[in-house]
């Protein structure tokens, strides 16, 4: 079977409501306490607490989720608490990825909850001495409608923890939901304010040291020499240690460690990779893009359309190098134990966590506790583990607590990459109808760079955003082009199919101006007839598509004429045949420097459980898009050039634009939205770029 990112995902703690780990033993039931499963707890003082099994890093799960389970047993949120799960036997997948989580959760949680309250019906209704069906739940209390009688959770907790769960409990329908679809404030919003929400940064333990890794500048490279007698001359220094990964330094701060870790004087031994650079893997890609590659969808015979086309349309887009830059780096405290080893990091893969810390010490994997508090970004970099893994070597080496953290210089040149790639795109033209279509990729492979093998899924995988090009285009040809590459590469928001979808909506709007027509009714006839289509390995709800595209043309105006040195771009994608984004760009170019003055955004994600959180991923992902604009890694000498934000190139606050959004109302199964805003966003720009100034951009980062 081909493996995918989202198979991977799956089988690595990411998974959907198929891949989500719970038990429901045989233990004697606690009267004190309603527990349906592993999910859910209802206490006698009628207070329901959830549990989280996915990490919080801005995205609002720890809002979205716990709403779903107060719906459905009927709780008033202000009686709603939550606990972050950890792994064990009740959580063996607590993987966060794919953008996945309200998905993967909204069945189990719903079924859970939906438990927990026909239980607490029938407890009131064996004490009334009435049929279970004449009673309803909600608002933390039982009711019966005939006699207006009425007993609160808390009260019915004991007899109702006796009962059997029932297995297919009946579900609200969304006619019914008091609570989801309603903005709700986040639920660590106020302590995220006041400072006491707990961050990997603000763990502190009795006696523990901080440790900062002085790291190789080449990757792959690895310490010959240093000078330990220095570094342990500076204030606070307790310890020099040799890792895997560099020369720790332990002190009685970061800064500390910081400071002595410069002060080492590392003689390093850069390896076979020190002549590395992107401008020469830049014309290898270029190379790879001019030849024939690996076929990833044909439909047709598209080479015999290209040849016989009247006309035809050509170009090349260049994609960058891409570095998460989380606003916090990566940390991680370790304490190892003679029975055990207790770990605290900010991460997407806790399971994945344990397991790797319990092979490299050498214990089983129940007796490594891995503790989650929120994550200040994730994007795909904490999906690897390897921050954690070295603060657990750390820590076993100096037999004491040890909290690792890296700098932002660490963080930036120490990344798992979003590779560069390259898109050679050909169509034909016959009177304004699109004839044929290639689509060619040209980049390293992230899912051969993360599993560390090859397999069959790698073509799929890396054409994603290219394959599923809904547009019906009767002979059509999309290939990879693999490039080998020592780089580490990571899934990154949006992984292949920002690149893919840039390359493609940019060249959507390229032959819409070939043939003369307006980019909005080119695409729409392109769609063809609403209805569901089968695309590549994806089903694509196109009327879906559609009406996206139509609501985000008619909120920006497109109709009428751009104020004067304006231009209006648009551009859609329907991520992963789950969630339906179409953006509209608004932009200018004042003192030669691009201005975004606009982005409408319309978005179908199915039930909209928290708008105003789904509202939050929207603008994050928008701003991230706008970020990839202008940022970029770039290799001299097998070194990373940029050291921090400043050189990175990433949006600022200063540039900041209007977002308005707008949610498409669905009682289709909620979808996620995580990362489907940021795909269209670079197209749509460039697009407004090209209206504005008359010239096309397809290599990026913007100068």
């Known amino acids: 079977m081909a493996t995918t990112r989202r198979d991977f995902l799956k089988l690595a703690g990411a998974g959907t409501a198929l891949a989500v780990g719970f038990r429901v033993d045989g233990r004697a039931p606690d009267a004190a306490v309603l527990r349906p499963d592993a999910w859910l707890r209802v206490t006698r003082d009628g207070r329901a607490t959830v549990t989280v099994g996915k990490s919080e890093m801005g995205q609002g799960v720890r809002t979205a989720l716990p709403m779903i389970a107060a719906e459905e047993l009927g709780v008033p949120w202000s009686q709603v608490d939550l606990v972050q799960a950890e792994p064990g036997p009740d959580f063996k997948d607590l993987g966060t990825g794919g953008s996945n989580s309200i998905e993967g959760l909204w069945q189990p949680l719903r079924r859970s909850a939906a438990a927990a309250r026909e239980m607490l019906i029938a407890a009131a209704a064996a004490q009334w001495g009435v049929a279970p069906a004449s009673c309803q739940a909600g608002q933390g209390a039982v009711r019966h409608g005939a006699t207006g009688r009425s007993l609160a959770y808390g009260r019915l907790v004991s007899a109702a923890a006796r009962l059997p769960v029932p297995k297919d409990p009946p579900l609200k329908p969304a006619s019914a939901y008091q609570l989801l679809g309603k903005p709700t404030p986040r639920y660590d919003g106020p302590r995220i304010v006041d400072g006491s929400a707990r961050y990997g940064l603000d763990i502190k333990l009795p006696g523990m040291h901080y440790a900062v890794v002085a790291r190789c500048p080449v990757m792959g490279g690895k310490a010959k020499s240093w000078n330990a007698a220095k570094a342990m001359g500076q204030p606070g220094v307790r310890a020099v240690v040799p890792l895997r990964t560099g020369v720790a330094v332990l002190a009685d701060s970061t800064y500390q460690a910081m400071t002595a870790a410069a002060a080492l004087e590392v003689v390093w031994d850069e390896g076979p990779l020190a002549g590395f650079s992107s401008e020469t893997f830049r014309a290898r890609l270029e190379q790879l893009a001019a030849m024939p590659g690996q076929p990833a969808r044909t439909e047709g015979d598209a080479a015999r359309a290209l040849a016989a086309a009247p006309s035809r349309v050509t170009a090349q887009y260049v994609f960058p190098w891409q570095a998460h830059a989380t606003l916090e780096p990566p940390n991680c405290v370790a304490h ?40 200040g970004g994730g994007f795909g970099r904490r999906l690897s583990s390897d921050y954690a893994v070295e603060a657990a070597e750390l820590a076993r080496a100096v037999k004491g607590p040890v909290q690792v953290v890296w700098t932002r210089q660490d963080d930036i040149q120490n990344d798992l990459y979003h590779p560069m790639s390259v898109h050679r795109l050909e169509a034909g033209l016959d009177h304004g109808v699109v004839t044929g279509w290639l689509h060619r990729v ?17 073509v799929t995988e890396e054409t994603n955003g290219a394959t599923d090009v809904p547009y019906g285009i009767g002979n059509l040809r999309v290939e990879f082009a693999e490039a080998a590459c020592h780089v580490p590469l990571g899934w990154w928001r949006g992984v292949e199919s920002v690149s893919n979808v840039f390359a493609r909506e940019c060249f959507m709007d390229e032959l819409a101006a070939a043939a003369g027509r307006d980019p909005l009714a080119f695409r729409l006839d392109l769609l063809g007839d609403p209805g569901i289509r089968q695309v590549a390995n994806k089903r694509v709800d196109i009327g879906r598509l559609q009406r996206v595209l139509r609501l985000a043309a008619d909120r920006a105006d497109w109709g009428k004429p751009a104020a004067p040195g304006r231009g209006r771009g648009i551009a859609c994608h329907a991520y992963d045949g789950r969630t339906y984004v179409a953006h509209v760009a608004e932009v200018s170019v004042e003192a030669g420097k691009l201005r975004v003055h606009r982005v409408v955004a319309a978005v179908d994600c199915g039930l909209v459980l928290n708008p105003s959180g789904a509202e939050g991923q929207v603008e994050s992902g928008i701003t991230w898009g706008l970020s990839a604009l202008r940022s970029a890694i770039t290799f001299k000498d097998g070194r990373v050039q940029q050291k921090s934000f400043n050189d990175l190139g990433v949006w600022e606050m200063g540039d900041a634009t209007r977002i308005d959004i707008h949610l498409v109302p669905s009682r289709e199964p909620p979808t996620g939205i995580g990362e489907p805003p940021v795909p269209p966003l670079i197209p749509a720009v460039l697009n407004a770029l090209h209206a504005a100034t008359g010239k096309r951009t397809r290599t990026l980062p913007i100068a």
């Open 336 to 375: 190892v134990r003679g029975d055990g080893c207790e770990i605290w990091t900010g991460c997407q893969l806790p399971n994945e966590v344990q397991s790797l810390v319990a092979r490299l010490l050498g214990l089983p994997p129940e007796t490594v506790r891995v503790h989650v508090p929120l994550l």
């Open 442 to 458: 040209a980049a390293p492979s992230i899912l051969l760079s993360w599993e560390g093998h090859r397999s069959p899924g790698i």
